[in-house]
C-alpha cells in the first residue's frame, strides 16, 4: 500500500529555521510528483508547491515562492519543506501529496492521489 | 493563477437528502487536447488529512460509494451526493489541475 510518512509535529520560535520531511513507500518515489499542502488552523486547504523527484524540478505558488524551499532525496524517497526564519503566521498543519502517475498523453501534473498524515507547525514565542 | 470559488460555504441537508456543491473557476479547465476537465474533488473529515472523491470531473475514485457523483465542464462543475448518509459529514474542496494546482475554499457539509 502507497504510504507517505511525515516527521512528527515541531514547535519553534520566531526567527528559528525548520524542515519537516515526507517519506514515500511502496511505490517508485521518482515516477511520482509530491506536493506540500498547507492547513491553517481552522482554514481550508492552500497549495504551496510541488517538486518532482527525479530531477529536483520545482513549481511553487507566488503566495509562497521565497518563504519556504522544497527538495527531495531520491536515494531516501524523501521530500521536504523548509524554512529559513519562521514567522508565527506559519502555524498550520502541513501536508505532504502525491500526484497521480505522470502520463504521456498531457503536459499537466496530475490530480494528487495519496495524501501524509500532516505535520503540525506551531510557531509561538 | 486560477482561482476556484466553492458555493455554498456551509450546507445542511436532512439524511436521504440530496446534497450539491458548485465550484467554478476563473478560467476553463478543460484542455482542448484531450478534452478532459482537469478538476478534482477532495473530502476531509475532522482531523484526517482530505481524500481523493472525483478525478477529471466525473471519475469517482475505487471505493468511493456511488452516491456521489461530479458533473460539469469548463469552468463550472458540480458534486452530488444523491442521498446523505452520517458519514459524509465532512468539508469537500474541488481543485484544479490544469495550471499548477489551487483549491477552492471549502463547503462544510452537515446534518439538517
Known amino acids: 500500500e502507497v504510504q507517505l510518512v511525515q516527521s512528527g509535529a515541531e514547535v519553534k520560535k520566531p526567527g528559528e529555521s525548520l524542515r519537516i520531511s515526507c517519506k514515500g513507500s511502496?511505490?517508485?518515489?521518482?515516477?511520482?510528483?509530491i506536493s506540500w499542502v498547507r492547513q491553517m488552523p481552522g482554514k481550508g486547504l492552500e497549495w504551496m508547491g510541488r517538486i518532482d523527484p527525479s530531477d529536483s524540478y520545482t513549481n511553487y505558488s507566488p503566495s509562497f515562492q521565497g518563504h519556504v524551499t522544497i527538495s527531495a532525496d531520491k536515494s531516501i524517497s524523501t521530500a521536504y519543506l523548509r524554512w529559513s526564519s519562521l514567522k508565527a503566521s506559519d502555524t498550520a498543519i502541513y501536508y505532504c501529496?502525491?500526484?497521480?502517475?505522470?502520463?504521456?498523453?498531457?503536459?499537466?501534473?496530475?490530480?494528487?492521489?495519496?495524501w501524509g498524515q500532516g505535520t503540525l507547525v506551531t510557531v509561538s514565542s | 493563477d486560477i482561482v476556484m470559488t466553492q458555493s455554498p460555504d456551509s450546507l445542511a441537508v436532512s439524511l436521504g437528502e440530496r446534497a450539491t456543491i458548485n465550484c467554478k473557476s476563473s478560467?476553463?479547465?478543460?484542455?482542448?487536447?484531450?478534452?478532459?476537465?482537469?478538476l478534482a474533488w477532495y473530502q476531509q473529515k475532522p482531523g484526517q488529512p482530505p481524500k481523493l472523491l472525483i478525478s477529471w470531473a466525473s471519475t469517482r475514485e475505487s471505493g468511493v460509494p456511488d452516491r456521489f457523483s461530479g458533473g460539469g465542464s469548463g469552468t463550472d462543475f458540480t458534486l452530488t451526493i444523491s442521498s446523505l448518509q452520517a458519514e459524509d459529514v465532512a468539508v469537500y474542496y474541488c481543485?484544479?489541475?490544469?495550471?499548477?494546482?489551487?483549491f477552492g475554499q471549502g463547503t462544510k457539509l452537515e446534518i439538517k
Open positions: 501529496a502525491r500526484h497521480a502517475p505522470k502520463s504521456p498523453e498531457t503536459p499537466m501534473v496530475l490530480y494528487i492521489d495519496y
Open positions: 481543485q484544479q489541475y490544469y495550471s499548477t494546482n489551487t
Open positions: 511502496e511505490y517508485s518515489f521518482t515516477n511520482y510528483w
Open positions: 478560467q476553463s479547465v478543460l484542455y482542448s487536447s484531450d478534452n478532459k476537465n482537469y
